[in-house]
């Protein structure tokens, strides 16, 4: 062996131990190089070691002792230190271990979380090329928490976590509203501010609830069965969930001969081949079609090849299906034109005709099957592949249906999935308050959601403090407008998170319902929805005396003046005024019955809004810009605007 060789395999024994040692640190993964921890308050701190092994920790002029449990976990906590730094964290262990992380911060800390508008990067955000060259803040740093779910609560995160300091190479992919939140929120409270970014786009707000805060909640036992017994036996979960669906659609058919997605009813249409997204089939009905498609076809398969094991492999598929082969379910699995691949157990095919079918859900983006060749086929244990290219057949489920029970396993529309992988492994990391931008997920349930929504912030409370802040970010603009007063989900969802934060003591609100985009679900202006939590920080967690989030509807009662409604906004700053018009516009009056509501003439009177009752109206209700994509023009002098809400007239 030549002598460099040598000396490179004596160099690798020698630097072993060290590597090994590296490779086990004492200190949790959030605890690292230029990591923010929260001021003020005593400080958790935690790690990993041997069984009974003593561990002392200092940082700065502080230091605690600890001992692990049967385990190897320890904990230990440091007395509260003032803003600062930057410190050196260190562990050392009885054994000889030791570690120290630098360049530790003592600031505020904010949880930023929800679904892709808390994603959306400064790099989309507007004006990017400026705010990213401009970005260049040593007291601002981030952690973000990448993808991950978990059936069970996690001790630790799946993926590897690392804090960033901003900087204009760092930022681009930081979360704009959380990132433009922190830097403005350094006008006023200069201290460090540390963001731990841990938000997944398309989700519902169930992951995010812990499955004891669900349990608490009620009507959600059976799903977190089938959960737990997914952690030990996902085959077995997949057939409990499939009868659960199964008996779902049962449920919704109309006509028997739809009962069962396998069998031979009416209805069914030749499918154009190749199999791509339907929306591009040239069928007027998929063009922009948003709910349950099915698809069928036969395979054909010998005595041999129907007895070897196989795989069925679907390709890529948008977003949910539920698969059968033969009667059999195989399998249920979300993913944005991810492949889909299932295991067939023994005995399910059989020589001759196999029918093979699956139901679509696609609520956003593409829909249904999305590939062709050799993604698409049947493989058997002997190698051989059989594609399956056709003929297909395709039955759309009638709209009345409406969705599907969503898997419990999912990332997105799952039960406690991302709370488990995403939230559970910060353990009782110090936090000064949660930003939370999430809701379009839930505009289809509105009725629901102020129950979800005080539900989350109790369930993350009992894991970060009984007194935890939450800025919410209120819905904000988006979708079609409308020439009359019409229901919407957008608007009763925008409403529900308003009753949610008028409720909760330690709760803010972010009004943003002038700066969406009405085509853009994922609007670009993240610097004012940054400033307007800001503000509500200023107020909620840091007590100052200004109204948090502008104009606020406190009442709502007949004047004297017969026929009109006095509306009293309380948080005006200076008075009430309208833009672009001589008097607020998007007032509706309406009575008990829905349907009932008609826009009302409006003028303002100093915090007040006195509304006229239209002709043969008696009304019950007010309510204000409730559609999807409302026009709202009522400010105050700060330049906020007033919120949507809906009020009963009190008589």
């Given amino acids: 062996m030549p002598t460099r060789s040598i000396g490179l395999v004596l160099l690798i024994v020698l630097f072993a131990p060290a590597a090994r040692a590296q490779s086990a640190p004492l200190l949790y993964p959030l605890f690292q190089d230029h990591a923010v921890l929260q001021r003020d308050r005593p400080i958790s701190v ?131 509203t959380c990132f433009f939140f922190a830097r403005e929120l350094q006008k006023t409270i200069q201290v460090p501010i540390g963001l731990v970014q841990s938000a997944w786009g398309g989700a519902n707000i169930r992951p995010f609830i812990s499955a004891t805060g669900l349990h608490e909640l009620g009507g959600y036992d059976s799903g977190l069965g089938i959960l737990r017994l997914y952690a030990k036996d996902q085959s077995a979960a997949q057939a409990a969930f ?37 929306r591009f089939w040239g069928l007027p009905e998929l063009r922009d079609f948003k709910g349950l498609v099915w698809y069928r076809t036969t395979i054909t398969l010998s005595a041999a090849q129907a ?14 299906d539920e698969t059968w082969i033969n009667g059999r379910a195989l399998g249920n699995t979300f993913g944005y034109g991810t492949d889909r691949s299932y295991a067939i157990a023994p005995g399910v095919l059989h020589a001759g005709d196999n029918v093979l079918v699956v139901n679509v859900l696609s609520d956003y983006g593409g829909g249904g099957l999305l590939a062709s060749g050799a993604k698409r086929a049947l493989q058997l244990a002997s190698g051989d592949s059989i594609p399956l290219e056709g003929p297909w057949q395709y039955r759309i489920a009638p709209a009345a249906v409406g969705y599907p029970p969503r898997a419990p396993w999912e990332p997105v529309g799952g039960l406690s999935t991302l709370y488990n992988a995403m939230i559970a492994p910060l353990g009782s990391y110090g936090l000064r308050g949660v930003l939370w931008y999430q809701g379009e997920s ?33 819905l904000p603009n988006y979708g079609p407008q409308t020439f009359t007063p019409v229901e919407s989900g957008w608007a009763a969802l925008r409403e529900a ?5 008028d409720r909760d003591p330690h709760a803010g609100l972010a009004v943003t319902i002038d700066i969406g985009e009405s085509r853009n ?83 303002i009177d100093g915090s007040r809004v006195l509304l006229t009752i ?38």
Avoid at 254 to 265: F, I, K, M, Q
Avoid at 497 to 501: D, E, H, K, S, Y
Avoid at 570 to 591: K, M, N, T, W
Avoid at 625 to 638: E, Q, R, T, V
């Fill in 46 to 176: 935690w790690g990993q070691a041997a069984a009974g092994e003593a561990v002392s920790v200092s940082l700065a002029s502080s230091s605690a002792r600890a001992r692990t449990d049967a385990s190897g976990r320890w904990s230990a906590l440091l007395p509260p230190i003032s803003a600062g730094g930057p410190f050196v964290l260190t562990a050392q262990g009885s054994s000889g271990a030791h570690q120290s992380v630098h360049d530790v911060l003592i600031g505020d800390v904010f949880l930023c979380s929800g679904q892709s508008n808390m994603e959306l990067d400064v790099l989309r955000a507007g004006d990017s090329r400026n705010e990213i060259s401009n970005s260049a803040n040593n007291s601002i740093r981030l952690l973000n928490i990448e993808h991950a779910v978990g059936p069970l609560p996690l001790l630790t995160f799946p993926n590897p976590v690392i804090w960033q300091i901003a900087a204009p190479e760092t930022v681009p992919e930081w979360s704009a």
């Fill in 442 to 474: 839930n505009a289809s349930e509105p009725q629901s959601y102020q129950v979800l929504l005080a539900a989350l912030m109790a369930d993350w409370r009992r894991q970060f403090g009984a007194e935890l802040p939450f800025l919410i970010v209120q």
């Fill in 242 to 278: 499939a009868a659960q669906w199964e008996q779902w659609w049962r449920s919704k058919s109309a006509d028997r001969a739809g009962a069962e997605p396998w069998n031979t009813g009416e209805g069914w249409q030749r499918a154009p081949l190749p199999l791509t997204d339907w």
């Fill in 497 to 501: 998170q308003r009753l949610a934060v």
């Fill in 307 to 320: 007895k070897s094991a196989a795989t069925l492999m679907l390709g890529p598929v948008n977003q949910v």
């Fill in 614 to 651: 239209p002709d043969g109206l008696s009304p019950t209700r007010v309510r204000y810009c409730w559609a999807d994509s409302p026009i709202c023009n009522l400010f105050d002098l700060a330049a906020l605007p007033a919120g949507p809400f809906e009020l009963q007239i009190a008589h």
């Fill in 521 to 603: 679900l994922h609007p670009t202006n993240k610097q004012d929805v940054g400033r307007r939590l800001a503000r509500a920080a200023r107020h909620v967690v840091y007590g100052e005396a200004l109204a948090p989030s502008g104009p606020e509807a406190a009442s709502a009662t007949p004047t004297p003046t017969a026929g009109q409604i006095t509306v009293r906004f309380s948080d005006v700053e200076g008075r009430l005024v309208a833009y672009s018009h001589d008097s607020p516009i998007g007032f509706e009056l309406c009575a008990e019955v829905q349907g009932s509501c008609r826009y009302a003439d409006a003028r």
